[in-house]
Structures are given as C-alpha cells and as structure tokens.
C-alpha cells in the first residue's frame, strides 16, 4: 500500500496566522490518465469528516477560500491563510491514485 | 440535499457477525461509486471499502478482505457492509461516503459504531 505521511502531527495556531500541513507519499500520485487524485478532509470533534479539497487543488463548494491546496507527486500542502476558531479539529489528505487508498495520520490544528 | 444514514452497528463478540446498512437520498445513487470507511477510537480515518455505480466490482482494504463484504441496491438507494469474523480491533465508527469522483468521497453519514467484545 501506499504510505502517506503528515507533518506535523499537531498544530497549535495563534487566531489570524496561517498554517500549513504537509503530506507526502511514497510514490508519485501522478495517475496514469494525467490526474493527481489527491484530497483533504476536515474532521471537527464529534463530527463526521468533511472533504475540503479534491485533485490537489480544488476546492469545494462552501470551503472558504482561506483553504488552499498545491503540489505534485510526491508532496502536497494545505494551507490556510488565516486561522479562524472554527478551523480547529484533525486535518487528513487521501491518495486515490493507487488501491488501497490510503489517509495521512492526520494533523490536529488547534488554537494557541 | 445529499443524505447518508447509517444504521446496524452493535456490540458484538469476537468471531461475530454484523451487517451495517446506508440509506441514500439527495442524489441519483446509480451514479456514483460508495465508501465505507472506519475509525477506531481515538484513531484516524481507515479507507475500509468501495463498490462501482453499478455493483460489477468492488475493493477491499487488506486488513478487512476475505471477511467484509460491500453491496448496494440501486432501486433501494442503500449500500450496505456484512462484517464477519470480528476482532477486537475491529471496533471503529463505520462512515458510509458517497464518491466524488477520484477516489475522494465528498459526503459522508453521521457513522455507525461497532463495538466488538467479549
């Protein structure tokens, strides 16, 4: 399977100051058709998760565009550009490139 | 708007059986392939399985192939996960998600718990 690694595991932000989280992957998530499927999820405590963004950089509908996502093959990033109190919960990317899809171990944001 | 429901979850013990269920409306279900995927206690997400828009094919993580089974009913709107030969470690809030294409499901149910002990 393919390993994807988050760091860092925790983030401890101040109210109004980016963040950023860092996934990689053992292999390049270029897919064959050209489409790198790589996504990120929210998940608040006691809720179900939430997918923020698919194909590395797309962002979905009602995602505010604080939320960015980037890179390519083997390294991605999300990135908020300023922490607001509601951004606080786990954060996980998922490769789809190859089966099993596999998650990052998750990346608690918290509030400084 | 897009719904998933889960039900079916329980206590069981190990070597026991369960089958969890996922009651879709707010889409047009024959079009879309379905997750389930599954968190342990204090855990992260674990991708468990995946079914085709049509039912022809399905896959299966390697910690649960061989005794989880996905099927779906496209006239019913349901997917549902038959869960045998439970362990332990197999305890975990079961999240049905619809696919939104590229392997990144973009809706998910509330979640069922299945709690396997003695």
């Known amino acids: 399977d393919v390993v994807v690694t988050q760091s860092p595991l925790s983030l401890p932000v101040t109210l109004g100051q980016p963040a950023s989280i860092s996934c990689r992957s053992g292999q390049s998530l270029l897919h064959s058709d050209g489409i790198t499927y790589l996504s990120w999820f929210h998940q608040r405590p006691g809720l179900s998760p939430r997918r923020l963004i698919y194909t590395v950089s797309n962002r979905d509908s009602g995602v505010p565009d604080r939320f960015s996502g980037s890179g390519s093959g083997t390294d991605f990033t999300l990135r908020i550009s300023r922490v607001e109190a509601e951004d606080v919960g786990i954060y996980y990317c998922?490769?789809?490139?190859?089966?099993?899809?596999?998650f990052g171990q998750g990346t608690k944001l918290e509030i400084k | 708007q897009v719904q998933l429901v889960e039900s079916g979850g329980g206590v069981v013990q190990p070597g026991g059986s369960l089958r969890l269920s996922c009651a879709t409306s707010g889409f047009t279900f024959s079009n879309y392939g379905m997750h389930w995927v599954r968190q342990a206690p204090g855990k992260g997400l674990e991708w468990v399985a995946f079914?085709?828009?049509?039912?022809?094919?399905?896959s299966y993580g390697d910690s649960v192939r061989g005794r989880f089974i996905i099927s779906r009913d496209n006239f019913k709107n349901t997917v549902d996960l038959q869960v045998n030969s439970l362990r332990a470690e197999d305890t975990a809030v079961f999240y049905c998600?619809?696919?939104?294409?590229?392997?990144?499901?973009?809706?998910w149910g509330q979640g069922t718990l299945v709690t396997v002990s003695s």
């Open positions: 998600a619809k696919d939104g294409g590229g392997v990144a499901p973009d809706f």
């Open positions: 998922l490769q789809g490139t190859y089966w099993p899809p596999t």
């Open positions: 079914i085709r828009h049509d039912g022809t094919g399905e």
